[in-house]
């Protein structure tokens, strides 16, 4: 599978796996950005992806940022119809300032194929569910 990647900003670093064996490709700020306390903020990865049909993106925390330190990543969903930048919204739940520099990891993002099933309205489902 190949996956389309628009530089939207000349700071932006372009997505890459992290590791050979590793699930996830990882996003970088193209701007910095610093998270206060208690607070949430928006970091710009300069990059938007053309997703194949058939296949989503999940954006979730990267470990190397967000394991031991207060920093969480807001979940998101990249799909086909998307062409957009990736933002990423950051939360601190610690009680210290975090900056992000132009160049930092600051989320990852994992590939998944997906399948769209029929859905049928039902009356009753039928056995012990119901």
Do not use: C
Not at 10 to 27: F, H, M, T
Not at 118 to 128: K, R
């Amino acid at each position: 599978m190949e996956i389309l990647i628009k530089r939207i900003s000349d700071s932006a670093k372009l997505p890459v796996y992290g590791r050979e064996a590793g699930p996830g490709i990882d996003l970088f700020a193209s701007e910095e950005v610093t998270v206060e306390p208690g607070k949430h903020a928006v970091v710009s990865t300069g990059v938007a992806l053309a997703m194949p049909v058939g296949y989503v993106g999940f954006v979730w925390n990267q470990q190397g940022v967000t394991t031991g330190q207060a920093i969480k990543v807001t979940t998101g969903v990249i799909d086909s119809g998307n062409r957009e930048e990736i933002k990423i919204e950051l939360k601190n739940i610690g009680n210290e300032a975090k900056t992000f520099r132009t160049g930092d990891k600051v989320a990852q993002l994992l590939i998944q194929q997906i399948h769209h099933a029929s859905l049928i309205e039902a009356a009753e489902f039928g056995g012990d569910d119901d």
